[in-house]
């Protein structure tokens, strides 16, 4: 392949570096490797020379040809014609993959090379890297007119020249057979850098249509993607009725802090939530549980009641959310959360008994009444035994028809 690399030198017979500012094409070459990092310098570079780049790798996606990025924090979209949204700065080298099996072959060649220096709040096209267990997106593939855009991490230059030749070797050679998949090479007819500067009324006009669509349609992929990450995060609430131990933790303290209480994890080995709403205290015991809850529980929430006024010399309500039956689908759950035989040890203690699918019920009240908020937040603290509120879920869940069973 005949690759040209602009902001970093590229030790590699068929990569030749150009100055990002320089009047020579990148039409000429089949492929573009630009390192961000090496232009942030650049970024007081003249507007006229960022434009004439930007114009040109239009026409050269338009080509059906290959742009690689190795991403630093730099708004990529002031030189590329691909909105590619905002980019935060974070470093590390813990990846998750997340791709199609052409794009893991490539990944497996060049981990070993690369870390992250940035993650993107919102990715074009189709991510493929992310932060080790999170959602933030480090690379992507995107698809742009006839061509592609590589978003990847940045590319480590070792400092010896004889082991970076060596990366860089490893690196063409990977991307060489990966480009085979993305833009497989076929006959057409190549046209001269100059080529460009000529035209005629209905091509140009189409290209002016070719370029509003792709706008367009950039917005609206960045608008999917949005809306993707929106729905994401909302379905993470159904933990509060399918999940046990620490990932109900984490969702039980979202929801109290959305509710607008001060809500932290405990000490290990502690209460489970230390909350705080306008000068009340509470501790929380967070259970998930095959069956229903038990008066150990509530013993071990009075455990840490006791703790607390003892430590901090506070009065703290006790409150114990219980996810029961949390194997079963909804429609089944039909014994109830908390038995009899607990209720008298919670009520001479004053714990609020709530299960966690109540919990979610609550919150969705708060948000369709945000007036009722406060006093949602409060029935917390002041509820002695069973809460009655929200009781069936099947005044605020919708349920596919038909319900699902265990057989599901």
């Given at each position: 392949m005949?690759?040209?690399?602009?902001?970093?030198?590229?030790?590699?017979?068929?990569?030749?570096?150009?100055?990002?500012?320089?009047?020579?094409?990148?039409?000429?070459?089949?492929?573009?490797?630009?390192?961000s990092?090496?232009?942030?310098?650049?970024?007081?570079?003249?507007?006229?020379?960022?434009?004439?780049?930007?114009?040109e790798?239009s026409?050269?996606?338009?080509?059906?040809?290959?742009?690689?990025?190795?991403?630093?924090?730099?708004?990529?979209?002031?030189?590329?014609?691909?909105?590619?949204?905002?980019?935060?700065?974070?470093?590390?080298?813990?990846?998750?993959?997340?791709?199609?099996?052409?794009?893991?072959?490539?990944?497996?060649?060049?981990?070993?090379?690369?870390?992250?220096?940035?993650y993107?709040?919102?990715?074009?096209?189709?991510?493929?890297?992310?932060?080790?267990?999170?959602?933030?997106?480090?690379?992507?593939?995107?698809?742009?007119?006839?061509?592609?855009?590589?978003?990847?991490?940045?590319?480590?230059?070792?400092?010896?020249?004889p082991?970076?030749?060596?990366?860089?070797?490893?690196?063409?050679?990977?991307?060489?057979?990966?480009?085979?998949?993305?833009?497989?090479?076929?006959?057409?007819?190549?046209?001269?850098?100059?080529?460009?500067?000529?035209?005629?009324?209905r091509?140009?006009?189409?290209?002016?249509n070719?370029?509003?669509?792709?706008?367009?349609?950039?917005?609206?992929?960045?608008?999917?993607?949005?809306?993707a990450?929106?729905?994401?995060?909302?379905?993470?609430?159904?933990?509060?009725?399918?999940?046990k131990?620490?990932?109900l933790?984490?969702?039980v303290?979202?929801?109290?802090?959305?509710?607008?209480?001060?809500?932290?994890?405990?000490?290990?080995?502690?209460?489970?939530?230390?909350?705080?709403?306008?000068?009340?205290?509470?501790?929380?015991?967070?259970?998930?549980?095959?069956?229903?809850?038990?008066?150990?529980?509530?013993?071990?929430?009075?455990?840490?009641?006791?703790?607390?006024?003892?430590?901090?010399?506070?009065?703290?309500?006790?409150?114990?959310?219980?996810?029961?039956?949390?194997?079963?689908?909804?429609?089944?759950?039909?014994?109830?959360?908390?038995?009899?035989?607990?209720?008298?040890?919670?009520?001479?203690?004053?714990?609020c008994?709530?299960?966690?699918?109540?919990?979610?019920?609550?919150?969705?009240?708060a948000?369709?009444?945000?007036?009722?908020?406060?006093?949602?937040?409060?029935?917390?603290f002041?509820?002695?035994?069973?809460?009655?509120?929200?009781?069936d879920?099947?005044?605020?869940?919708?349920?596919?028809?038909?319900?699902?069973?265990?057989?599901?």
């Amino acid at each position: 392949m005949n690759i040209c690399s602009l902001g970093r030198k590229f030790p590699h017979e068929e990569v030749k570096e150009l100055e990002f500012s320089s009047s020579r094409t990148v039409l000429d070459f089949d492929a573009v490797f630009i390192d961000s990092a090496g232009l942030i310098d650049g970024q007081g570079q003249h507007p006229k020379a960022i434009e004439f780049r930007r114009t040109e790798f239009s026409e050269f996606l338009a080509l059906g040809r290959t742009i690689v990025v190795f991403t630093a924090p730099l708004q990529l979209d002031v030189f590329l014609p691909v909105q590619t949204g905002s980019l935060r700065p974070i470093s590390g080298r813990k990846f998750d993959f997340k791709g199609p099996d052409h794009l893991k072959s490539f990944w497996q060649s060049v981990k070993q090379d690369m870390q992250f220096l940035a993650y993107y709040e919102t990715a074009p096209g189709k991510p493929f890297l992310f932060v080790s267990a999170t959602n933030k997106a480090v690379a992507s593939c995107v698809k742009h007119g006839q061509g592609n855009l590589l978003l990847l991490p940045w590319f480590i230059p070792n400092s010896t020249d004889p082991i970076y030749r060596q990366q860089c070797l490893r690196f063409v050679s990977a991307f060489t057979q990966l480009n085979e998949h993305l833009a497989p090479h076929k006959q057409t007819v190549s046209f001269p850098g100059w080529s460009t500067h000529y035209g005629w009324e209905r091509e140009r006009k189409m290209r002016v249509n070719l370029t509003s669509l792709q706008e367009q349609a950039d917005i609206i992929a960045i608008q999917l993607q949005t809306k993707a990450s929106e729905l994401e995060c909302e379905n993470s609430l159904k933990v509060l009725f399918t999940a046990k131990g620490d990932i109900l933790v984490d969702a039980v303290i979202t929801v109290l802090r959305e509710l607008g209480a001060k809500a932290d994890p405990g000490e290990p080995g502690r209460d489970d939530v230390v909350v705080e709403f306008e000068g009340k205290y509470a501790v929380v015991e967070v259970k998930g549980k095959k069956g229903s809850a038990a008066e150990s529980d509530a013993a071990q929430l009075e455990k840490w009641v006791a703790g607390s006024k003892e430590e901090k010399g506070k009065d703290a309500k006790g409150i114990l959310f219980v996810n029961a039956y949390n194997e079963t689908p909804l429609a089944d759950r039909t014994e109830p959360v908390f038995p009899q035989q607990m209720l008298k040890y919670s009520t001479q203690r004053e714990h609020c008994l709530m299960s966690t699918i109540q919990l979610l019920g609550l919150l969705l009240e708060a948000r369709a009444h945000p007036d009722r908020r406060m006093d949602l937040v409060n029935s917390l603290f002041s509820t002695v035994g069973v809460c009655q509120q929200f009781a069936d879920w099947r005044g605020f869940l919708i349920a596919d028809t038909p319900a699902p069973s265990k057989t599901d």
